[in-house]
């Protein structure tokens, strides 16, 4: 599965990578050191927990690990005017009568709260490839329909 990110969002993920194999790596390790001087590891809780704690960060470490592998770079050269990944679009929502901006990223930099959703989103695959002035309709969860006219697209990254 490709995993798209922007090459600020590379850059922090191989950040983070580093300070999990470097820090957080050492730190479990110690934990369970520490664990270990307490005795009994049958009835040991301390020791269950670095254990556990340490395989959290080991899966962690591979799926940063596989991101960073299977990653291709959001780029700007899409066409003008068009929805692509790395798109920030203002979309016109017809039920609540409000416009939203949405910047439109790979599902491993979204961040909803902040107005970044990702493209394999409902929404976010709704608009790849549309045009200002087009129309698109997201089928929610619920069953409802929203739709949304796009006002205005733009490629910042």
């Not at 698109?136 to 329909?145: A, E, F, I, P, Q």
Request: net charge negative; hydrophobic share 35%; charged share 30%.
């Amino acid at each position: 599965m490709t995993h798209f990110l922007t090459a600020e969002g590379k850059k922090q993920l191989e950040e983070k990578l580093n300070y999990y194999k470097s820090t957080r790596r050492l730190e479990a390790s110690e934990k369970i050191a520490v664990a270990r001087e307490f005795g009994d590891l049958s009835e040991n809780s301390e020791y269950d927990s670095a254990k556990e704690e340490q395989a959290k960060i080991e899966a962690e470490i591979r799926e940063m690990e596989d991101i960073l592998l299977n990653c291709q770079i959001i780029d700007s050269n899409s066409t003008e005017g068009e929805v692509a990944i790395g798109s920030t679009v203002t979309v016109y929502d017809e039920e609540f009568d409000e416009e939203l901006k949405l910047q439109i990223l790979g599902s491993t930099e979204s961040n909803p709260a902040k107005g970044i959703i990702s493209n394999n989103s409902p929404l976010g695959a709704a608009l790849i490839g549309k045009r200002v002035g087009d129309k698109v309709t997201v089928k929610m969860d619920s069953g409802d329909n929203i739709v949304y006219k796009i006002l205005d697209v733009r490629h910042e990254i």
